[in-house]
């Protein structure tokens, strides 16, 4: 399974962007998937998921109604729609998938697969 984020970029504050995470090398019907993000000297951190079934979502606080986190499942992507973006949400973003599609875990060592991330840098 290979999860490749793109869409990044350098956005003023209050400015908007989406990233997007293609799937490739099996179905991802069944799977959780998430955004991660790691800033500069910082852990790396939950932001959103989408559930498996029935597309249940699950934010960070720091996020919540400003980004929007989506999954088409015929093309095999998940999309991260933020807006209102802050110098704070700078970092490195990271798309994830976890198998065990009953849970939406917010912590990135219990993903099962993830691939290189997409820097997003807010200039305030």
């Known amino acids: 399974v290979q999860l490749q984020a793109y869409g990044g970029g350098l956005v003023q504050a209050g400015g908007s962007l989406r990233l997007s995470c293609a799937v490739s090398?099996?179905?991802?019907?069944?799977?959780?998937m998430a955004w991660f993000r790691q800033g500069s000297g910082k852990e790396r951190e939950f932001v959103a998921a989408?559930?498996?079934?029935?597309?249940?979502?699950k934010y960070a606080e720091s996020v919540k109604g400003r980004f929007t986190v989506s999954r088409d499942q015929d093309k095999g992507m998940v999309y991260l729609r933020m807006t209102s973006l802050k110098h704070d949400d700078t970092a490195v973003y990271y798309c994830?998938?976890?198998?065990?599609?009953?849970?939406?875990?917010?912590?990135?060592?219990?993903?099962?697969?993830w691939g290189q991330g997409t820097q997003v840098t807010v200039s305030s």
């Open positions: 994830e998938a976890d198998n065990e599609a009953w849970r939406i875990s917010t912590n990135w060592g219990t993903y099962d697969y």
């Open positions: 090398g099996r179905t991802f019907r069944s799977e959780v």
């Open positions: 989408v559930g498996a079934i029935d597309g249940r979502t």
